[in-house]
């Protein structure tokens, strides 16, 4: 924030100035620039492609751009002939339209006429031409500033192209710019005319208006009605103005100063007037600058002052009234920042303590005196300031309370504490207890409240307040048009009311990490800002959802923070997790959206409840039930281990999750504990692409093709080489390359890239396939297997390989013909499951299996003491070769539980998802149809919609339904 001060050649006209200036400024920022370019296919090999640019991507606001479009073939040579038309928005015109293509180049002059465009938006050109199509998004530059009030001496200064004396309502600078502004003062004086002074983003200060004693920096005294750049000027970070002279604070802490010089105001050791910018003498490491009446004051980095020039009210603060024309020290340090107004310097120190010195003699020093004082002297009161303001005749303390307190001339209500009497010691400001910010002008104040108002008091002779009068106030006002003003800075001495216009408003939706529940209340907020972190307060905003949402409320207003907040309810239960759902809130004419991902769950949940994590309180939940989990990614797969039943899901993300029973550990998280209702991550896994569970253990199949196993490992099957529980995942050894995994009862085998197959763990049926009955707690490779191609390993000791020729190989335990080779006798090495081809899939459960075949149907051996083989009885005997489950022809998936079997059948003509089919045991209501009677044909499962996947646990009594998105 600057300040400019004017200078007073003669000191009894300056001590209360009479022409005023608000000077308002605001953080800029200017959008990304998108240049998009587009190329539309074609059925033809020849079709051109078009690229469009300006200088720099930027287009004035008010004025010429010279605009190129570039074509080339599809070789990227470029093209000669043809013509290019350019069009753009409503209020552009270009010169020529239609420009012929030459050497790949077509150019034309563009030119705009919206002078109050917005600077930092976008203007979009659009080029065409046979065959292609392009666009390209030019930033506007302009200016982003506004003068109202007086309109100096001569009349034009304020730099609006306006000749009248008084300019009402504002108006937008004339001059547009190259670079936003991002500060401006002025200066004015009765017999010298006024000036002002605008600092661009990027370090360069322009100017307009009276030029008697160079104030210009432009080398003359000539004066000028239209805005010019200070040549040669660049890297100015600060300005200020006095009433003829202007400083300029550089990046490198350096300070130049150009105008009159008649009290050594330039501080060049002289006191010959400089018409350019000259460097002020023995200042380094500035950081901040003001000045007022004919003297200057400088903040440096180290906290110290530097002061000179007119020193006739002891202004200087060395305790003399004798003027310098080079820097001196005030005594000061530990100095957060300096303001001087009339003919007073005001120095915040970091201790929250003011400083006031120079002249005093309408209560300006605060010190409950009226006198000059030639000292920095202390503020009556004053110990928590966090910011400083000065008018021309008049101080302003904002305390860290948000309490402002004002002092010295109160002649029009500068002071703004609802009279006119002059105060000498701090008094309240009325209705401004809340203040975030303060500046001052020669007569007037501006503070912004934390509510995000603005309000002002003091002089209004020109009309200063905006109110559309021109009544001096003396109790602080709400100010009417200032949604777009970012922030007010401060130039007692200028001659015209400039206000820095802000970013356009923006309204930004969020949630919690920006994401939403399928079903249940979402707490939502909207912010509102007006100009760059300038919340706007009472804003009203409007909520809107999709379709079937519910928003409580679906309007609110926003706090002092710019917050409005309300409630979401998707009422979608079923939105797929990691979908993402938009929520948009309008205000002050802006809408603003967030996409909110969805989390839920896309899985329902039938059979024994002990460990499905659904809603459910009882063991049985004969129909399907989502899961109430919810994940923060989709589910990909489940996995239900036998017996000491426990769930996994992995999640599309690659992590793992787990629930139910814990005796051995198989939940993985390092604890023993039972967990029936409570899904959590398996710590350190990730990148996990496949999962399965055994009874009392688990494995995970890692991206890179390692595994890791946790849980009960009695009998060696977390083949990590050791003999014990283990409640986190450990590596199985000497596995890098797996492609697939599958857990037996009390054993483990992996499928390698090379199409053969691992085992480990319990082996007294032969079901490690080795040759042996020998347990083993390391991999061994199952023999004479090779080109495998699926595995899937069976809950009651028995395994299963697919090769590439459709048949299958079995071995471990066959007591009850589970191996479908036509016996009841175990098997140590895989032998052939007799008169089943063309398999697809293999689903074994606990003594018997299923194999879908590519015709569509399901073949099935082993017991079927519940009517798990779908044939329509049920038999105690073994069926030891296979036979085909019953009406069912064009299944696409099976799964198979402890003792029943699943299957999606293909949809009818039309449908997009499959039918559920379920047979054999129920006593649970793993099947899903609302009953625990048990079927011995396949019976339809209902309640369950969009189902891409049945994931039965093998030797469980629980099924999980996965769900399609959407």
Same mark, same amino acid.
């Given at each position: 924030?600057?300040?400019?001060?004017?200078?007073?050649?003669?000191?009894?006209?300056?001590?209360?100035?009479?022409?005023?200036?608000?000077?308002?400024?605001?953080?800029?920022?200017?959008?990304?620039?998108?240049?998009?370019?587009?190329?539309?296919?074609?059925?033809?090999?020849?079709?051109?492609?078009?690229?469009?640019?300006?200088?720099?991507?930027?287009?004035?606001?008010?004025?010429?751009?010279?605009?190129?479009?570039?074509?080339? $073939?599809?070789?990227?040579?470029?093209?000669?002939?043809?013509?290019?038309?350019?069009?753009?928005?409503?209020?552009? !015109?270009?010169?020529?339209?239609?420009?012929?293509?030459?050497?790949?180049?077509?150019?034309?002059?563009?030119?705009?006429?919206?002078?109050?465009?917005?600077?930092?938006?976008?203007?979009?050109?659009?080029?065409?031409?046979?065959?292609?199509?392009?666009?390209?998004?030019?930033?506007?530059?302009?200016?982003?500033?506004?003068?109202?009030?007086?309109?100096?001496?001569?009349?034009?200064?304020?730099?609006?192209?306006?000749?009248?004396?008084?300019?009402?309502?504002?108006?937008?600078?004339?001059?547009?710019?190259?670079?936003?502004?991002?500060?401006?003062?002025?200066?004015?004086?009765?017999?010298?005319? !006024?000036?002002?002074?605008?600092?661009?983003?990027?370090?360069?200060?322009?100017?307009? #208006?009276?030029?008697?004693?160079?104030?210009?920096?432009?080398?003359?005294?000539?004066?000028?009605?239209?805005?010019?750049?200070?040549? !040669?000027?660049?890297?100015?970070?600060?300005?200020?103005?006095?009433?003829?002279?202007?400083?300029?604070?550089?990046? $490198?802490?350096? *300070?130049?100063? &150009?105008?009159?010089?008649?009290?050594?105001?330039?501080?060049?050791?002289? =006191?010959?007037?400089? %018409?350019?910018?000259?460097?002020?003498?023995?200042?380094?490491?500035?950081?901040?600058?003001?000045?007022?009446?004919?003297?200057?004051?400088?903040?440096?980095?180290?906290?110290?002052?530097?002061?000179? /020039?007119?020193?006739?009210?002891?202004?200087?603060?060395?305790?003399?009234?004798? !003027?310098?024309?080079?820097?001196?020290?005030?005594?000061?340090?530990?100095?957060?920042?300096?303001?001087?107004?009339?003919?007073?310097?005001?120095?915040?120190?970091?201790?929250?303590?003011?400083?006031?010195?120079?002249?005093?003699?309408?209560?300006?020093?605060?010190?409950?005196?009226?006198?000059?004082?030639?000292?920095?002297?202390?503020?009556?009161?004053?110990?928590?300031?966090?910011?400083?303001?000065?008018?021309?005749?008049?101080?302003?303390?904002?305390?860290?309370?948000?309490?402002?307190?004002? &002092?010295?001339?109160?002649?029009? /209500?500068?002071?703004?504490?609802?009279?006119?009497?002059?105060?000498?010691?701090?008094?309240?400001?009325?209705?401004?207890?809340?203040? *975030?910010?303060?500046?001052?002008?020669?007569?007037?104040?501006?503070?912004?409240?934390?509510?995000?108002?603005?309000?002002?008091?003091?002089?209004?002779?020109?009309?200063?307040?905006?109110?559309?009068?021109?009544?001096?106030?003396?109790?602080?006002?709400?100010?009417?048009?200032?949604?777009?003003?970012?922030?007010?800075?401060?130039?007692?001495?200028?001659?015209?009311?400039?206000?820095?216009?802000?970013?356009?408003?923006?309204?930004?939706?969020?949630?919690?990490?920006?994401?939403?529940?399928?079903?249940?209340?979402?707490?939502?907020?909207?912010?509102?800002?007006?100009?760059? =972190?300038?919340?706007?307060?009472?804003?009203?905003?409007?909520?809107?959802?999709?379709?079937?949402?519910?928003?409580?409320?679906?309007?609110?207003?926003?706090?002092?923070?710019?917050?409005?907040?309300?409630?979401?309810?998707?009422?979608?239960?079923?939105?797929?997790?990691?979908?993402?759902?938009?929520?948009?809130?309008?205000?002050? /004419?802006?809408?603003?959206?967030?996409?909110?991902?969805?989390?839920?769950?896309?899985?329902?949940?039938?059979? +024994?409840?002990?460990?499905?994590?659904?809603?459910?309180?009882?063991?049985?939940?004969?129909?399907?039930?989502?899961?109430?989990?919810?994940?923060?990614?989709?589910?990909?797969?489940?996995?239900? #281990?036998?017996?000491?039943?426990? %769930?996994?899901?992995?999640?599309?993300?690659?992590?793992?999750?787990?629930?139910?029973?814990?005796? +051995?550990?198989?939940?993985?998280?390092?604890?023993?504990?039972?967990?029936?209702?409570?899904?959590?991550?398996?710590?350190?896994?990730?990148?996990? @692409?496949?999962?399965?569970?055994?009874?009392?253990?688990?494995?995970?199949?890692?991206?890179?093709?390692?595994?890791?196993?946790?849980?009960?490992?009695?009998?060696?099957?977390?083949?990590? #080489?050791?003999?014990?529980?283990?409640?986190?995942?450990?590596? *199985?050894?000497?596995?890098?390359?797996? *492609?697939?995994?599958?857990?037996?009862?009390?054993?483990?085998?992996?499928?390698?890239?090379?199409?053969?197959?691992?085992?480990?763990?319990?082996? $007294?049926?032969?079901?490690?396939?080795?040759?042996?009955?020998?347990?083993? %707690? @390391?991999?061994?490779?199952?023999?004479?297997?090779?080109?495998?191609?699926?595995?899937?390993?069976?809950?009651?000791?028995?395994?299963?390989?697919?090769?590439?020729?459709?048949?299958?190989?079995?071995?471990?335990?066959? =007591?009850?013909?589970?191996?479908?080779?036509?016996?009841?006798?175990?098997?140590?090495?895989?032998?052939?499951?007799?008169?089943?081809?063309?398999?697809?899939?293999?689903?074994?459960?606990?003594?018997?299996?299923?194999?879908?075949?590519?015709?569509?149907?399901?073949?099935?051996?082993?017991?079927?003491?519940?009517?798990?083989?779908?044939?329509?009885?049920?038999?105690?005997?073994?069926?030891?070769?296979?036979?085909?489950?019953?009406?069912?022809?064009?299944?696409?998936?099976?799964?198979?539980?402890?003792?029943?079997?699943?299957?999606?059948?293909?949809?009818?003509?039309?449908?997009?998802?499959?039918?559920?089919?379920?047979?054999?045991?129920?006593?649970?209501?793993?099947?899903? $149809?609302?009953?625990?009677?048990?079927?011995?044909?396949?019976?339809?499962?209902?309640?369950?919609?969009?189902?891409?996947?049945?994931?039965?646990?093998?030797?469980?009594?629980?099924?999980?339904?996965?769900?399609?998105?959407?």
């Amino acid at each position: 924030m600057t300040e400019t001060l004017a200078p007073a050649d003669d000191a009894a006209s300056s001590a209360r100035l009479s022409r005023r200036t608000v000077l308002a400024g605001s953080a800029w920022a200017v959008p990304a620039i998108v240049v998009t370019t587009a190329t539309p296919a074609f059925a033809a090999s020849t079709a051109p492609t078009l690229a469009v640019t300006a200088p720099n991507m930027q287009t004035v606001a008010a004025g010429t751009t010279p605009v190129t479009a570039t074509a080339t $073939d599809n070789t990227g040579q470029p093209l000669t002939g043809g013509v290019v038309t350019f069009s753009g928005p409503a209020g552009t !015109s270009f010169s020529p339209q239609n420009a012929t293509i030459t050497n790949g180049v077509a150019t034309t002059t563009l030119t705009t006429t919206n002078t109050w465009a917005t600077p930092g938006s976008t203007l979009t050109v659009t080029a065409s031409t046979t065959g292609a199509t392009t666009t390209a998004a030019l930033t506007m530059l302009g200016a982003n500033a506004r003068a109202g009030g007086y309109n100096g001496n001569p009349a034009g200064s304020a730099g609006t192209g306006q000749t009248g004396t008084t300019i009402r309502p504002p108006a937008q600078l004339s001059q547009v710019f190259p670079s936003p502004i991002v500060a401006l003062s002025g200066g004015s004086h009765p017999f010298a005319g !006024s000036f002002s002074v605008a600092l661009l983003q990027d370090g360069t200060v322009w100017t307009i #208006g009276s030029n008697v004693y160079g104030a210009l920096g432009d080398g003359t005294t000539t004066s000028r009605a239209t805005w010019a750049r200070v040549p !040669s000027l660049t890297g100015v970070t600060r300005v200020a103005c006095t009433l003829n002279s202007v400083y300029a604070v550089l990046n $490198d802490g350096r *300070v130049l100063a &150009w105008g009159y010089n008649g009290s050594g105001q330039i501080g060049d050791g002289t =006191n010959i007037d400089r %018409s350019i910018p000259t460097a002020v003498g023995g200042i380094t490491g500035a950081v901040e600058i003001s000045a007022t009446g004919g003297s200057a004051i400088a903040l440096l980095s180290t906290g110290e002052v530097r002061t000179w /020039g007119y020193n006739g009210y002891g202004q200087l603060g060395n305790g003399t009234t004798t !003027s310098s024309n080079i820097p001196i020290s005030p005594g000061l340090t530990g100095v957060a920042q300096v303001r001087a107004g009339g003919n007073t310097c005001y120095a915040l120190l970091s201790n929250g303590q003011v400083r006031a010195w120079g002249y005093g003699r309408d209560g300006q020093i605060g010190n409950a005196a009226s006198t000059d004082v030639a000292v920095p002297t202390a503020v009556s009161g004053i110990t928590t300031a966090t910011q400083i303001s000065a008018g021309s005749n008049t101080g302003f303390a904002l305390l860290s309370t948000g309490e402002l307190r004002g &002092w010295g001339y109160n002649g029009t /209500g500068s002071v703004g504490d609802g009279t006119t009497t002059n105060r000498n010691s701090p008094t309240p400001v009325v209705g401004a207890a809340d203040a *975030v910010s303060i500046v001052s002008t020669v007569g007037s104040s501006f503070a912004q409240l934390a509510t995000g108002e603005y309000k002002g008091w003091g002089s209004n002779q020109y009309g200063e307040l905006n109110d559309g009068t021109t009544i001096n106030r003396a109790t602080p006002i709400t100010l009417p048009g200032t949604d777009d003003i970012a922030s007010f800075q401060a130039a007692p001495n200028g001659g015209a009311v400039l206000t820095l216009r802000g970013a356009a408003p923006a309204v930004s939706v969020t949630s919690a990490n920006q994401q939403i529940t399928a079903a249940g209340d979402t707490p939502v907020t909207a912010t509102v800002v007006n100009g760059p =972190n300038q919340p706007a307060a009472r804003k009203t905003v409007a909520f809107t959802g999709p379709n079937g949402a519910t928003l409580t409320p679906a309007s609110a207003t926003t706090d002092t923070a710019g917050v409005a907040s309300t409630v979401v309810n998707l009422n979608d239960t079923w939105a797929t997790p990691g979908s993402t759902r938009t929520i948009t809130a309008a205000a002050n /004419g802006t809408t603003g959206t967030a996409a909110l991902t969805v989390l839920g769950a896309n899985a329902y949940g039938i059979g +024994n409840g002990l460990a499905l994590g659904t809603p459910a309180t009882t063991s049985t939940v004969p129909t399907p039930t989502q899961l109430k989990q919810v994940f923060p990614s989709p589910i990909a797969s489940l996995a239900v #281990g036998w017996s000491t039943v426990f %769930s996994l899901a992995l999640l599309e993300d690659g992590t793992v999750w787990s629930i139910g029973n814990n005796q +051995n550990g198989q939940l993985g998280d390092g604890t023993t504990t039972n967990r029936p209702t409570v899904w959590a991550r398996v710590a350190g896994l990730s990148n996990v @692409t496949q999962i399965s569970a055994g009874q009392g253990f688990a494995m995970a199949l890692l991206a890179s093709g390692e595994i890791r196993s946790w849980g009960r490992n009695d009998r060696g099957q977390l083949g990590n #080489g050791t003999i014990g529980d283990t409640p986190t995942p450990v590596a *199985v050894t000497g596995i890098t390359t797996a *492609v697939s995994v599958s857990c037996g009862i009390t054993s483990g085998y992996a499928l390698l890239a090379d199409g053969t197959v691992r085992s480990w763990g319990r082996n $007294d049926n032969g079901q490690l396939g080795n040759g042996s009955t020998v347990d083993t %707690s @390391t991999p061994v490779q199952v023999s004479g297997l090779a080109g495998v191609t699926l595995i899937a390993a069976a809950n009651g000791e028995a395994c299963f390989a697919l090769l590439p020729d459709g048949t299958l190989r079995s071995w471990g335990r066959n =007591n009850l013909g589970q191996l479908g080779d036509g016996t009841t006798t175990d098997k140590s090495t895989p032998v052939s499951v007799v008169g089943v081809t063309g398999v697809t899939q293999i689903a074994p459960g606990d003594t018997f299996c299923l194999a879908l075949t590519s015709a569509g149907t399901i073949r099935a051996w082993g017991s079927n003491a519940t009517g798990q083989l779908g044939i329509g009885t049920t038999s105690t005997a073994a069926t030891t070769t296979a036979v085909t489950v019953s009406g069912i022809t064009t299944a696409t998936q099976i799964s198979a539980g402890l003792q029943s079997g699943y299957a999606i059948v293909s949809p009818n003509s039309g449908g997009q998802y499959g039918t559920l089919r379920s047979w054999g045991a129920n006593s649970w209501g793993q099947l899903g $149809d609302g009953t625990t009677t048990q079927r011995t044909t396949p019976i339809a499962i209902g309640g369950a919609s969009s189902v891409t996947a049945i994931l039965a646990g093998n030797g469980a009594t629980a099924a999980y339904l996965l769900r399609a998105p959407r």
